[in-house]
Structures are given as structure tokens and as C-alpha cells.
């Protein structure tokens, strides 16, 4: 087997007699012996030689892997007819490997495009969100970077609590356009300075359903109409539009809850200045079990103010590259 292993072969005949060394070792363990046979070529076909005597030991070697048995006492073209036998099982072997290289390289390169497409897809959803987005920031403007900012708080939340894949899309979609039901607010509600009265909130009650309307049979958005309708809902059922409470709510609207007060208490209001992270932080802790879900504030508990501030700079960052990329499109 030394020899062979230096020079490889396409039929190897190996003969087995009693006092052969080979037999020897092939009674001692035939599962290495078939394995260096194969080291230097995997096509390599092995014929056992052996007395008619010690035939029994020429099945077991075909158990083991040989192509085929002869006995010293076969005629030639008995034994010819043998080698030409393994000489074709060895050239299909190796037809079989060019085969299936060749299908490993085509579904290879399927792959790669069918991931080409999918991100363009992706992105086309993308460019699809922001216009959406664009419409609403068109009747308000500070909607629209909250919108990035909560999505961004939202996300993180999310990656945090193990949400990946199609699932972590939704409650980007979803978060997003929260409040594209808002398009069908009137100006004197949506821009009131002062409280608004019982018929002005009922209207103003009214954008999660309006929302959810308008998204509804826009395929890739459907995941995200749950959050949609159910952002105003409270965890202890003392929200709207359904008083849905505990785990009754989505799961990406509770998630929405946190980041969305969060983004209020930190960002600039027209009654008020920003509130530092740590006083937003304390609010949403105290609120744990009556407005927000406790699952979710544990997770938001273990963020930094660092995070926070990070997230923010990347939605911000976002929302100026659409405005300039819509920019720049309509003045081409």
C-alpha cells in the first residue's frame, strides 16, 4: 500500500493470498485498508486477487468497497473483462463529479443573483416606505424624523429581544408608518395649539384604523398593519383603538410603546424642551406593567444612553439623505 500511495492508479489489483502482507492487514482492519487505497484517487477502483481458497476473504474485501473479486484460478478474459468493468464504474465516477461540480457552480451563481434580487427588491420596498413616509412628513414634518427615530429605537429593542429575519422587516415597515394615518387628519386638528375637544380626539382616534386602511393590500406591508392599528394600545388596557391589554397586543406594537416614549420625552416639543435620557429612562421603568410591557422594559433597561444616542444620530442621518436624495431628484 505504500507504493500505491506514491503512485496512483485507476485499477488497482490487490492480491490477497494467505501469506500476503495485505491479507494481513486487511483482517486486522479492512476499513483502513480500502481508505489508503482511495487517499491519492477517490475514482480508483480496487479488484481483490485471491486463492479460490480464501474467497470468503475477497467477499468481505468487496463488502468493504472493492469493485469486484477474481480468483487466481479465473481465466484471462475472464479477468480482462473485470478491469474493463471497473474502468467504466470508474470513468462514470468521475463524469458524475464534473456533473455535480458543474451544479454546484450553476446554483452558486443562481444564488448570488437570486440575493442580487432580493436586496433590490429590498431596497425598492425601502424606496417605497420613504415615499410613503414623504407623504405624511408633507403634512408634518417633525412626524417624519420621528418616524426614523422610533424605528431605529424600535429595531434595536427588537434585535435585542431576538427578533430577526422577515419578523424584524415587520416591525421596521410597521413602526415606520405608524401614523401614515395621520394623511387623513384635517389640518386644524393635527396642527391644533391648544387641547383638542371630545369630537377633535375622537377624530384624532380614528388614524390607526385609517392607517391600517391604507396599507392593507400592499403585500410586503402586511406584516406591519398589526403595529399600525394597535400603537396606541396600552398593556394595561387603557389604550385605543380596541382597549387590547398584556399580550392581547402585538408584540411589535408593545415593542413600538417603549421607543415611542422614549423618542417623545427626548426630542423638542413646541410646550417643551427635551428631556435628558435619564428622566425618559426613570418613566418608562416606573410605567413597567401599566403602560409598557415588562418583558420589553427589561430589555430596554440594559441600554445605555450612549445607545440611545447613537440610534438617534443614525435615524437623523437617514432622514437627511432622503430629503437630499428627493432633492436632488427633482431638480434632475
Not at 26 to 44: C, E, G, H, I, Q
Request: charged residues 25%; hydrophobic residues 40%; negative net charge.
Amino acid at each position: 500500500m505504500a507504493m500505491f500511495r506514491q503512485q496512483p492508479c485507476a485499477v488497482l489489483l490487490m492480491y490477497l493470498s494467505a501469506d500476503a502482507p495485505a491479507a494481513q492487514s486487511f483482517r486486522l482492519n479492512r476499513a483502513d485498508l480500502m481508505s489508503d487505497a482511495k487517499t491519492v484517487d477517490y475514482a480508483v477502483q480496487v479488484i481483490a486477487v485471491v486463492d479460490r481458497s480464501e474467497l470468503p476473504v475477497g467477499l468481505e474485501m468487496m463488502r468493504a468497497g472493492a469493485f469486484d473479486c477474481v480468483t487466481t484460478d479465473q481465466a484471462p478474459e475472464e479477468v480482462v473483462s473485470c478491469i474493463i468493468g471497473a474502468l467504466q464504474r470508474r470513468r462514470q465516477m468521475l463524469n458524475e463529479r464534473v456533473y455535480y461540480e458543474l451544479i454546484e457552480r450553476a446554483v452558486y451563481q443562481r444564488t448570488r443573483d437570486l440575493n442580487t434580487t432580493v436586496c433590490e427588491l429590498e431596497e425598492a420596498y425601502r424606496q417605497t416606505l420613504w415615499a410613503l413616509g414623504s407623504a405624511l412628513e408633507s403634512r408634518d414634518v417633525e412626524t417624519n424624523a420621528h418616524s426614523f427615530r422610533v424605528m431605529k429605537y424600535s429595531q434595536a429593542l427588537a434585535v435585542a429581544m431576538g427578533i430577526d429575519g422577515k419578523a424584524l422587516k415587520d416591525i421596521e415597515y410597521g413602526v415606520f408608518l405608524h401614523d401614515i394615518g395621520k394623511i387623513g387628519v384635517a389640518d386644524a386638528i393635527l396642527f391644533k395649539p391648544g387641547k383638542l375637544t371630545e369630537e377633535e380626539w375622537a377624530v384624532m382616534r380614528e388614524h390607526p384604523a385609517r392607517g391600517r386602511y391604507l396599507l392593507s393590500g400592499i403585500k410586503f406591508l402586511e406584516g406591519g398593519l398589526d403595529i399600525v392599528y394597535s400603537h396606541h394600545e396600552r398593556w394595561d388596557g387603557k389604550g385605543y383603538p380596541q382597549g387590547l391589554s398584556g399580550e392581547g397586543i402585538p408584540l411589535g406594537a408593545r415593542i413600538f410603546a417603549v421607543g415611542d416614549t422614549l423618542d417623545a420625552m427626548t426630542s423638542d416639543r413646541p410646550y417643551r424642551k427635551a428631556l435628558p435620557y435619564e428622566d425618559a429612562r426613570s418613566e418608562i421603568l416606573m410605567n413597567s406593567g401599566i403602560q409598557f410591557d415588562t418583558a420589553v422594559v427589561k430589555v430596554f433597561r440594559d441600554f445605555l444612553d450612549a445607545d440611545w444616542n447613537r440610534l438617534r444620530e443614525e435615524a437623523e442621518e437617514l432622514a437627511r439623505s432622503i430629503v437630499h436624495r428627493k432633492q436632488d431628484s427633482l431638480r434632475a
